[in-house]
């Protein structure tokens, strides 16, 4: 695998439902980043996460639970979820120093709530 | 507060008609800005980053440049598979990661 993938593609889920998405990086990079991306809308910032811990949280409700076990991984807990946060969710990851934070994403997870 | 606005919105061009979109910004201190292509239903794809004013890169039919408060990306002779959303972000020096986008402009190619 190369760049940064992430499991699944797409996912339907009911308001009562948990799940989780994935987000795994091949780049080596140092910082890993959740954002969301509904129809019309800018891409919005989720969570920043920097050597493993948390920097940034963008006012997310807390039915979205991001985990980052590792340098590499990112996880984010869904749980009773509502129509409205059916969107495209998206990882990306980053080298942080100068000059070298330019982001890289994944494919996303297309996410519908039912 | 940092802000991101892109022009036009949408655009339509005949293969091979040379054009420009155009992002305006403000920041506090800017770190970065950021030129994205992103394909329906895919995750954005990095483009270009330029980092001071009178910059510019280039790859392939596409160059992007900068000044204090905009950036272009020109397009020279579009192909059909030059159609795609590109989206522009910034970084200030303020922030940890924390790209802010604008809505992005929607380029539709035809042969």
């Known amino acids: 695998e190369t760049g940064v993938t992430q499991t699944p593609r797409h996912l339907v889920m009911g308001m009562t439902n948990k799940k989780s998405l994935k987000c795994e990086q091949h780049l080596g990079h140092n910082a890993m980043y959740w954002y969301k991306q509904s129809a019309k809308k800018p891409l919005e910032l989720m969570f920043v996460?920097?050597?493993?811990?948390?920097?940034e949280n963008n006012s997310v409700p807390s039915r979205f639970s991001p985990e980052c076990p590792n340098s590499s991984h990112l996880f984010l807990h869904l749980h009773t979820l509502q129509p409205e946060d059916s969107a495209l969710y998206l990882c990306?990851?980053?080298?942080?120093?100068?000059?070298?934070?330019?982001?890289?994403f994944g494919p996303g997870t297309r996410l519908t709530v039912l | 507060e940092d802000q991101v606005t892109q022009s036009p919105e949408a655009l339509r061009l005949q293969e091979g008609e040379s054009s420009s979109l155009n992002c305006s910004y403000t920041?506090?201190?800017?770190?970065?800005l950021f030129w994205y292509r992103q394909d329906p239903g895919k995750g954005p794809e990095f483009l270009f980053t330029l980092y001071s004013a009178g910059e510019e890169k280039e790859k392939e039919r596409l160059k992007a440049t900068l000044t204090k408060k905009e950036s272009f990306l020109h397009i020279t002779a579009p192909k059909p598979e030059d159609s795609a959303t590109y989206l522009c972000?910034?970084?200030?020096?303020?922030?940890?990661?924390?790209?802010?986008f604008g809505q992005g402009t929607t380029l539709q190619v035809k042969p």
């Open positions: 972000a910034v970084l200030g020096s303020g922030n940890t990661g924390k790209l802010i």
């Open positions: 920041v506090s201190g800017l770190r970065g």
């Open positions: 996460y920097s050597l493993e811990e948390r920097v």
């Open positions: 990306a990851s980053s080298q942080e120093g100068y000059r070298t934070d330019t982001q890289y």
